[in-house]
């Protein structure tokens, strides 16, 4: 027997909230699930872009801490493979 491919979910919104993403969906011609599903990926996305950007940070601020400078990164990443 195969698995099942949606869950279903329910959450509670204010009903401002509620008439103006049902709009929205209506709008763009999908269900109010393609609509979340779009929004929950477009979530992931911007979540793991924050958190590269975070990194980038962290190491940028390394290595200027470690006055390194883009050879000295180039070499130690291809050393490491």
């Known amino acids: 027997?195969?698995?099942r491919q949606r869950v279903v979910m329910t959450?509670?919104?204010p009903p401002d909230t509620a008439r103006e993403y049902?709009?929205?969906a209506k709008a763009?011609?999908?269900t109010i699930s393609?609509?979340?599903r779009e929004v929950f990926t477009f979530y992931k996305e911007e979540?793991?872009?924050e958190e590269f950007f975070e990194l980038q940070r962290?190491?940028?601020k390394k290595a200027r801490e470690l006055k390194l400078t883009e050879k000295d990164i180039e070499k130690l990443i291809f050393e490491g493979r």
């Open 22 to 24: 049902r709009k929205l």
């Open 47 to 49: 979540k793991l872009r």
């Open 28 to 30: 763009k011609g999908e």
């Open 11 to 13: 959450l509670s919104v």
């Open 34 to 36: 393609q609509l979340f």
């Open 1 to 3: 027997m195969p698995s």
């Open 58 to 60: 962290y190491g940028a």
